[in-house]
């Protein structure tokens, strides 16, 4: 079994991430999400990696959830046959909990195909949402975000599919994630905590 804790610094923020396939370890996270009094508005940053498996079958091999604070790596197993946490299904399903994520909607449907995890409550990001907003912190809180002090490289020729993430894979799934649940805050929130 597989777990990887680690602080991440992706330039905005130090993340906690953990990488695991181990559900001890995703339910203590879940338990942390739950508990995190940081996160007020319930806003978890969703995001997935999709690597191309046998007879060119493409498969998400990875869920990155994030709070703010922690970023929870799931490692999704490469049986179908096994079953996931029902901690994590239960969680996808509060009703009090918003993700967010680029083309969410997609990612659910993959998810819900591929291993039956529902979501209750998403909202996508995308520049149409962006533009929802007009107000004057928004050019500089996207701008931090497109152009931190530090950007992760970008791991294009690795597999994600691999038992252990490189320092550069967490690095990019954990920004991802972040990244998600930023601009969800920064959406749902109207760029009060901006100020």
């Given at each position: 079994m597989l777990e990887i804790s680690s602080i991440v610094d992706i330039g905005l923020a130090y993340i906690k991430a953990i990488v695991t396939d181990k559900d001890s370890d995703i339910?203590?996270?879940?338990?942390?999400?739950?508990?995190?009094?940081?996160?007020?508005?319930?806003?978890i940053g969703l995001d997935t990696e999709r690597v191309q498996?046998?007879?060119?079958?493409?498969?998400?091999?990875?869920?990155?959830?994030?709070?703010?604070?922690?970023?929870?790596?799931?490692?999704?197993?490469?049986e179908e046959s096994v079953n996931l946490p029902v901690s994590l299904f239960n969680f996808l399903n509060l009703p009090?909990?918003?993700?967010?994520?680029?083309?969410?909607?997609k990612t659910l449907v993959k998810l819900e195909s591929e291993w039956g995890l529902t979501c209750k409550n998403s909202v996508e990001i995308s520049p149409a949402t962006w533009n929802q907003t007009e107000k004057i912190g928004v050019k500089k809180f996207l701008y931090n975000f497109f152009f931190p002090p530090q950007t992760p490289t970008?791991?294009?020729s690795e597999e994600w599919d691999i038992y252990v993430l490189t320092e550069n894979q967490i690095k990019l799934a954990t920004s991802n994630a972040y990244f998600a649940f930023g601009i969800g805050r920064a959406l749902l929130d109207g760029f009060n905590y901006l100020y």
């Open positions: 339910n203590l996270v879940v338990e942390t999400f739950l508990s995190n009094r940081n996160n007020k508005k319930k806003i498996k046998a007879r060119k079958q493409i498969k998400t091999v990875l869920l990155q959830l994030c709070d703010g604070d922690h970023c929870l790596i799931v490692k999704l197993p490469c009090q909990f918003t993700f967010v994520g680029i083309d969410i909607k970008i791991p294009v």
